[in-house]
């Protein structure tokens, strides 16, 4: 079975500029998740969709953040414009259901890096 | 506001001995507890689990413990292998909630051979 899919990998930009990320969850997953990890820190929820609806984005920057589950398969998370304390690892999740006994499967992330 | 706190940041233990990683919560909706694992470059991976009916979790070499008065649960890896270096985060839930994982910061167990 294929895992959470992310890319890029890597992402280096200057401030004020604006960056996407691409998850693609594992199939059949209708739960998908978006975490954003500075560095020293734990995970930390942006967004939760639910098939291509919005189940949580209380945590999500919404002056600059922006994320979409067109379709309710893969995902984009948009910065736009980036700040220097926007670098992080942004981890993508998926699991089969909302409920909590539904494993949470994390991809391996992007790292972005914001001069 | 950091509402599961892992007070350790790195722990380093001679393999073969007990490993034993802690994690305090403070809101008190939280009933259900997971470690994840994670290895460099690498996303986090799910290791064990507990819900606060019980106290005591096992699975194989790991043993989670819960203690809900003093909101506190612990990771005990018994024993410790090299391949069990990484970094551990423990994580929080509310069974009523939409399975929205609060994390610790982490802590870097160095298993030392």
């Known amino acids: 079975e294929a895992g959470v899919a992310q890319s890029p990998r890597y992402k280096i930009i200057e401030k004020r500029q604006s960056v996407a990320f691409w998850c693609n969850p594992i199939?059949?997953?209708?739960?998908l998740y978006w975490y954003q990890q500075i560095l020293g820190q734990g995970p930390k929820l942006l967004i939760q969709f639910q098939n291509n609806g919005v189940v949580d984005d209380s945590q999500l920057p919404k002056d600059r953040f922006s994320a979409e589950r067109l379709k309710g398969v893969d995902s984009t998370l948009k910065i736009q414009p980036a700040k220097l304390e926007d670098s992080a690892v942004y981890l993508c999740?998926?699991?089969?259901?909302?409920?909590?006994?539904?494993?949470?499967?994390f991809g391996p992330g992007t790292r972005l890096t914001v001069l | 506001d950091q509402q599961v706190k892992q007070n350790s940041p790195s722990l380093s233990v001679q393999e073969g001995r007990i490993s034993i990683l802690n994690c305090d919560y403070t809101n008190s909706m939280f009933d259900y507890f997971l470690w994840y694992k994670k290895y460099p470059a690498e996303g986090p991976t799910f290791l064990i689990s507990i819900s606060s009916i019980k106290d005591k979790n096992e699975d194989g070499r790991f043993t989670v413990f819960l203690n809900k008065s003093a909101k506190h649960l612990s990771l005990h890896i018994v024993p410790s292998q090299p391949g069990d270096s990484a970094v551990y985060f423990c994580a929080a839930s509310a069974l009523t909630g939409a399975n929205n994982l609060f994390f610790g910061t982490g802590t870097r167990l160095t298993v030392i051979p």
């Open positions: 999740a998926s699991s089969l259901g909302t409920s909590t006994y539904n494993e949470q499967f």
């Open positions: 199939s059949g997953h209708a739960t």
